[in-house]
């Protein structure tokens, strides 16, 4: 670790989130590493679950008054995501609140490393950051080539210690993003939808396996492992994917802070028998016959619904919540949750499998309430 980061910098900012790095012992074997090796760190902890724009502007005073040139962050998606807004965000004079509302371009990030903790966003190799304000209500995404890290360490043993409901968190977040790839029309990329279908295949078969044995490595491994080649962009190549439920959950995490893995379980069964008709039938077809298996010799409406029963049993079975009655989502927050979702796309509709406007949206949540 200390050869790679050499490579990029001399004085770092580590972050991290709560005390699960110090209570397994990572922390103090990274610190170890720093000071061996002579390289002078600072910390930023506290990354919040859902990370906050104040957490990055923190970070960034952090780093400019230490001439810090490196960022490593140490955990899951929340911290690695954190670290590339703050990356970013040291190369732009203003708030960087803007970099995430696109008021403002990015124009360079300083260099990252991560250390996997947590198998979910897929953050450690990507581009890709999601960042809250809870002053204005908004969970919104941006990227740049810049903000990629230069190295992720990926060690399976790191996420032994990870809660139950974390693990099941992130299986649901790993799905979602192959879901939001796999789910387009017409396209003819073969290839991908066929990785996309093994890494569902992945963390169907894995996915209870870590979370009723959650020191069972190959499971664990097999999960990161996905976790990181849902969202490397592999999946989305040769395709015009426009996320949908992603954009509409992340009004759920920006109204109540819940865990992002835990919405996205409950949104997609009901966004799939939203959208569920004539034109799309085919392409649940296909899901339920490869991934789950299904007979395709029975009515392909059959095999579709048969398809998504199956989808939501399996995040049942993980112990998620079905309903966002059970998460604390209060049912007079619907339309202003829905309305956001439209204005936060800068008012145009959401997603392209089957574009959604408010109503569709309002009708989503209610589906799921």
């Given at each position: 670790m200390a050869d790679e980061i050499k490579k990029y910098g001399t004085r770092v900012l580590l972050t991290y989130g709560g005390g699960s790095i110090k209570r397994i012992g990572l922390y103090q074997e990274v610190v170890d590493i720093l000071k061996d090796n002579d390289i002078p760190f600072w910390e930023l902890s506290g990354i919040e679950p859902n990370p906050r724009i104040d957490s990055v502007r923190e970070g960034i005073r952090i780093i400019r008054e230490n001439n810090i040139d490196f960022i490593l962050a140490v955990g899951g998606g929340s911290t690695i995501d954190c670290s590339k807004a703050i990356a970013a965000g040291y190369y732009y004079d203003g708030d960087p609140w803007d970099l995430v509302i696109k008021k403002a371009e990015v124009v360079d990030a300083l260099p990252l490393g991560t250390i996997l903790t947590l198998a979910a966003t897929g953050s450690e190799m990507d581009r890709g950051a999601v960042i809250s304000n809870l002053e204005t209500k908004q969970k919104l995404s941006f990227d740049h080539i810049s903000m990629a890290p230069k190295f992720s360490?990926?060690?399976?043993?790191?996420?032994?210690?990870?809660?139950?409901?974390?693990?099941?968190?992130?299986?649901?977040?790993?799905?979602?993003?192959?879901?939001?790839?796999?789910?387009?029309?017409?396209?003819?990329?073969?290839?991908?939808?066929?990785?996309?279908?093994?890494?569902?295949?992945?963390?169907?078969?894995?996915?209870?396996?870590?979370?009723?044995?959650?020191?069972?490595?190959?499971?664990?491994?097999?999960?990161?492992?996905?976790?990181?080649?849902?969202?490397?962009?592999?999946?989305?190549?040769?395709?015009?994917?426009?996320?949908?439920?992603?954009?509409?959950?992340?009004?759920?995490?920006?109204?109540?802070?819940?865990?992002?893995?835990?919405?996205?379980?409950?949104?997609?069964?009901?966004?799939?028998?939203?959208?569920?008709?004539?034109?799309?039938?085919?392409?649940?077809?296909?899901?339920?016959?490869?991934?789950?298996?299904?007979?395709?010799?029975?009515?392909?409406?059959?095999?579709?619904?048969?398809?998504?029963?199956?989808?939501?049993?399996?995040?049942?079975?993980?112990?998620?919540?079905?309903?966002?009655?059970?998460?604390?989502?209060k049912e007079e927050d619907l339309e202003k949750m829905a309305k956001a979702a439209i204005d936060n796309n800068d008012g145009k509709k959401i997603g392209n499998f089957k574009p959604l406007d408010y109503e569709d949206v309002l009708n989503i949540y209610k589906k799921a309430y």
């Open positions: 360490i990926l060690d399976p043993t790191y996420t032994f210690t990870v809660p139950k409901v974390q693990t099941a968190a992130g299986i649901a977040d790993i799905m979602s993003h192959t879901f939001e790839n796999y789910f387009t029309l017409n396209d003819g990329a073969y290839l991908q939808d066929r990785f996309a279908e093994a890494i569902l295949k992945t963390c169907i078969k894995y996915g209870k396996i870590a979370f009723e044995e959650p020191e069972n490595y190959e499971a664990r491994a097999n999960i990161m492992w996905a976790s990181s080649w849902a969202i490397n962009g592999l999946l989305s190549y040769g395709k015009d994917s426009q996320w949908s439920v992603h954009p509409i959950e992340h009004e759920l995490s920006a109204f109540y802070d819940i865990t992002h893995g835990i919405g996205l379980a409950i949104l997609t069964p009901a966004w799939m028998e939203y959208v569920l008709d004539d034109e799309r039938v085919d392409k649940f077809v296909e899901y339920g016959v490869n991934v789950w298996d299904i007979d395709r010799n029975i009515d392909k409406y059959e095999i579709a619904k048969l398809a998504i029963q199956k989808t939501r049993e399996f995040f049942k079975s993980l112990e998620i919540p079905m309903s966002l009655r059970e998460v604390g989502i």
